[in-house]
Nanobody, 128 residues
């Protein structure tokens, strides 16, 4: 497992932007994938986006396609989530997640159960 440290949440009006950051602490990440999930009050944790660490390919939930962008900086060992055109429906606690398994695969896992390491979560609130 790896410890994940998140930053960058906050409050913004609809149409605004935020950028979240996630740092796997202690060592350079070498697992299978990293991604972002979110959980709104009373709802299950849901997939937002992830990057296959080997192929570099990115995957998005339909609800955020065209608005959110996941990226990585290998030199800084960081993963980012750029969120644009935010909507009130995006309000949730956002979690960085890592699949640290040595398994290599094509595609991405969309279930939270496939990710063994989680950040503490950061609140994103979008007001109308």
């Amino acid at each position: 497992q790896v410890q994940l440290v998140e930053s960058g949440g906050g409050s913004v009006q609809a149409g605004g932007s935020l950028r979240l950051s996630c740092a796997p602490s202690g060592r350079t990440f070498s697992g299978a994938a990293m991604g972002w999930f979110r959980q709104a009050p009373g709802k299950e944790r849901e997939f937002v986006t992830a990057i296959n660490w080997i192929t570099g390919r990115t995957y998005y939930a339909d609800s955020v396609k065209g608005r959110f962008t996941i990226s990585r900086d290998n030199a800084k060992n960081m993963v980012y989530l750029q969120m644009n055109s935010l909507e009130p429906e995006d309000t949730a606690v956002y979690y960085c997640a890592a699949d640290t398994r040595a398994e290599r695969y094509v595609g991405i896992h969309y279930s939270p159960a496939s990710y063994g390491s989680w950040g503490q979560g950061t609140q994103v609130t979008v007001s109308s």
